[in-house]
């Protein structure tokens, strides 16, 4: 059997919290295996943090150093070869790398500044992938068109519902399919608080619950409100449907206005309160809403256990639904390797 030639790949880190380390840690193991069967093998040569410095080394950084020191709270610095790097911008500008992988935290209000260093990577020619809403919620059709310009990537599978195939799905298995619409319930945080409300309890122990649990932030906004759902809601419709859609711009309802006799009154009628994000064509134009609503028990949306729910409706196919059992780090940093695969071009990386 003919021996594929193994091409070098240059990894850049534009933050490296739970997602990248995850992926860096699975680098060494399956992740190494898959893209080497896949034609690649990869170098991590930049890292770039918030608060733990940076690192360039072209020849390639020692992963495991990396991950201990940022792990035990140090910097990076001592890992640098070369000249000194001012800041992340520098270092994506400067540092030798052929994709940059953006993830840094989500601004759920302007996307910055990581739409500013996905922009800049694609204008130096290099492909981009992340999972940061951001980007995809403020600047999708700029960034996408920006890679076509400069013949590169910009892939962000990771972005929604973590590692589950919805760009992916929507640009290979749905070829020539329009997106008419969505709904979604795409905030776990709101429902396990309303599954919380329907088993008796009251909402602020139920938020308390959340938080202790770590699933909900010290300040609840972001999920209570809608917001975490608006950027979602965004990031789906501009990349699906064409839209420039920006979260303030979705019209979005709090959960908080739902009322403990609410959740009895659906819970006796056989419904279930669920954060529901839906999206749709008004002629020309595309609206979206982030709204608590009042589902029978047989909706898709609600699916429970679920983290979350996501009905596609398409003109060729019909309703697509995808149900996301268990999210997290480790399906967002796959969704991070399927992106990487693509780029690299070599097929699944599937043993033959
Ligand atoms: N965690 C998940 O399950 C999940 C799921 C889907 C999507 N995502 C998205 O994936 C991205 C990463 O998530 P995460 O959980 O790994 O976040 P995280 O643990 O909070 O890590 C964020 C990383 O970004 C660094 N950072 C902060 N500002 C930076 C800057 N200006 N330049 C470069 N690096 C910077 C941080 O460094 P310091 O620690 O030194 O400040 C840290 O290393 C986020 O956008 C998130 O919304 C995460």
Redesign the pocket.
Known sequence: MPVRPVRPLRLAF????????RFAELLGGPYGRILRRAGVSVRVTAI?????G?AVDARGLPLTRALAL?REGHSLAPLHRGKPVAS?RALIATAPYDVLLE????EPLTGE??TA?VAAALRRGLHVV?????PVAHAAGRLKALARRHRVRFLHE??VM?GFPIFNLAERCLRGVEFRGFGGVLNSTTTRILSRMEAGVPFDVALAEAQAAGVAEADPAFDLDGWDAAVKTCALANALMGATLRPAEVERVSVREITAQAVDKATLEGKRWRLVARAGRDGRRVWARVAPEELPLGDLLVSDGADGVLVLDTDLMGEVGLVESA???D??AY?VLSDLLEVAGGGGGRPS
């Open positions: 534009a933050g490296f919290g739970n997602v990248a380390r770039a943090t918030g608060h733990h940076l940022v992340t993830l840094s935290p989500l500044p990581a260093h992340t999972a940061n809403k951001g990771g972005a973590d999210g997290g780090v399906q967002t969704a």
